[in-house]
Structure formats: C-alpha cells, structure tokens
C-alpha cells in the first residue's frame, strides 16, 4: 500500500449520511485538536495496544530519517484508552489528509466512562503500509525518536505530548511511559 491513504479513505462512506461521528483518538489526536468538534470526551477501545511502530515522513519526520509515531495493534484483551472527539462527517476531509502517512479508518466500538458505547472511526495503520516500521526495543525507539524531526516538529515533542496527555487522562502506558523515560536519559546524557 502506497504511502497516502487519502484516496481509500475517501471511498470509507459508512458514516457520511451522519448528522455527527464518533473519532476516537489514542496518539497525536489527544493532544492536538486542530478541527472544530461537537464534544470530546475520554473513552477506550478494546482489543488494541498502542505501539510507537509506525514510520513518519510527513510530520515528525523525513523520507531519508523517518521518526516514529503510534499505531495500534490487535491484541486480545488490551485496552486502549484515549480521547474521543464528537464531529461532523464534513470533518473527515482533514483528518485524512493529517492521517495520510499509511493511516486507515476503521470503523470500531467507543466505550465511554459512563458505560455507554457507540461505533465511530479510529485511524490504524496497519503492517502493510509503506511507512511500516514495526517493533524494536523501547530503548531503539527512544534513540531514533530523540533525532528525528519533521515538519511538524520534533518527534520527541510528539512522545512527550502523548505521554503527558495520557497522565492527565489518569492512564498509564507501559510502552509510551517506558520510551519517556529512555528519552529523558537521553536527554539528561546529551546535557551532560
Ligand atoms: C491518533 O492519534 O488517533 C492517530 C495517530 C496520530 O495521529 O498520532
């Protein structure tokens, strides 16, 4: 699959007759709103980690030094906690041109904290996109993000962001949280 995802997203119709969508949104879609929403409210999805797995040439990164940025991958009895954000289907133009680096929309089950459940859309990408980076040790994907930059701004920004973020929500990530603190070593080493 090619690096752009914009086209096959586009054909995704399922929710376009819609008044509003659920998004759900577990990386940079917690702590950087940049559209208009109805609502937002924390929520989880079942059956996915978050991994640190997917290449970024677009945004915190370049073709010749990709950085590193989340996906989620299937894993039974996982949950995945985030942020959902209530839209327009008119918003989803956007959000497929911010997630075209290999992103898809899936349509999935939100859990909310009061119990209740409602499908919406969450972007995947899975292994089969061209941007594809796949697992490495935690301590590599510290090494490779405290470098990388891209034009939307370092990659250590992103992993700091995200994992400041999750705190608030009151989640912790084994994964972003043990990346943190590599790169906090990282950095204090560098300083010194
Ligand atoms: C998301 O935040 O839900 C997708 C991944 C990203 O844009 O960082």
């Given amino acids: 699959m090619s690096h752009n995802t914009i086209e096959i997203n586009q054909r995704m119709n399922r929710f376009d007759s819609h008044e509003s969508v659920w998004l759900f949104g577990y990386g940079s879609l917690i702590f950087k709103a940049d559209f208009p929403f109805i609502e937002r409210r924390p929520a989880a999805i079942q059956g996915w980690s978050r991994r640190f797995w997917q290449g970024s040439h677009d945004h915190r990164g370049t073709e010749s030094a990709p950085g590193r940025v989340v996906t989620l991958v299937p894993e039974e009895g996982a949950t995945c906690h985030g942020m959902a954000y209530l839209v327009t289907p008119e918003e989803f133009a956007h959000l497929d041109h911010r997630e075209k680096n290999g992103y898809l929309r899936l349509a999935t089950d939100i859990a909310f904290e009061d119990g209740s459940m409602h499908e919406g ?36 920004e992103y992993l700091l962001r995200l994992a400041q973020a999750l705190r608030e929500l009151g989640r912790h990530d084994q994964h ?17």
């Fill in 121 to 156: 859309i969450v972007y995947i990408a899975t292994m089969d996109n061209a941007a594809y980076l796949g697992p490495a040790s935690e301590l590599d994907i510290a090494r490779q993000i405290a470098t990388a930059r891209g034009p939307s701004g370092p990659n250590s």
């Fill in 176 to 192: 972003v949280h043990a990346i943190e603190a590599h790169m906090e070593k990282l950095l204090t080493e560098n300083r010194n």
